[in-house]
């Protein structure tokens, strides 16, 4: 069976360019939009083996994208290809959730190889949803019809308490996750979002999401 890539690039040209030269090498291409608002309208109840994900994206930032979509469930492995191509820029693209980083201009041989390398070592089924959506795009959290707007910080540091629902995420990875990184970070700094993250669910019926484990961090249920 063929791989399956998503392509989300603004860039016509390209786009048009990966999704024939990937087709030609084997790939199937179920999904190329333009926006990360039209891919997350596509990802249903199962993904494409592997994502490529441009970060200058028209209506998101990507790395907000791959938040919202691991806090979703997909495991599927996330390329970022970028101008970006910063130390920063690829430690920021890591926290987010990607798994590999290819700045531009690329050589088309060498994504080849590194989607072959991520779809091998990838799984792209999704895992049960805990009931809240983020919109990188708004900025937003969404339980049913209620909404919250979440700063960045917080919709960062949501979006990685939601990539592991159930599990105890501790302090040091929130912080890594939800600050640049080099941030210099207090440990009350990190409950105080938390307290705000607790305030903007109870707005929308989820105050008791978030649950706190002391001395090791916190897990959202």
């Known amino acids: 069976m063929a791989p399956s890539v998503a392509i989300v690039e603004d860039d016509l040209p390209l786009r048009s360019v990966l999704s024939r030269g990937l087709r030609e090498d084997g790939f199937e291409i179920p999904i190329c939009v333009s926006s990360g608002t039209d891919l997350l309208r596509c990802i249903g109840d199962s993904s494409p083996d592997v994502f490529v994900v441009d970060i200058g994206l028209p209506d998101v930032d990507g790395r907000d994208l791959c938040l919202a979509m691991r806090a979703r469930g997909v495991q ?11 130390v920063t820029d690829r430690l920021s693209g890591f926290h987010s959730g990607a798994d590999d980083y290819l700045p531009k201009p690329f050589h088309f041989e060498e994504l080849v190889l590194r989607l072959h390398a991520l779809v091998r070592r990838g799984s792209g089924l999704p895992r049960a ?3 809240l959506h983020l919109d990188p795009a708004a900025h937003e959290v969404r339980h049913g019809d ?9 919709f960062r540091l949501l979006a990685a308490l939601l990539a592991r629902r159930g599990e105890v995420v501790r302090r040091h990875s929130l912080i890594h996750a939800a600050w640049p990184p080099g941030a210099m970070v207090h440990d009350n700094t990190l409950d105080a979002y938390i307290v705000r993250l607790r305030r903007k669910l109870d707005g929308i019926g989820q105050a008791s999401a978030i649950a706190t484990v002391r001395g090791v961090g916190y897990s959202i249920t």
């Open 146 to 154: 209620r909404g919250a707007l979440l700063t960045p910080t917080e």
């Open 76 to 86: 599927a492995p996330v390329l970022f290809l970028t101008a970006r191509g910063s």
């Open 129 to 131: 949803s805990v009931g």
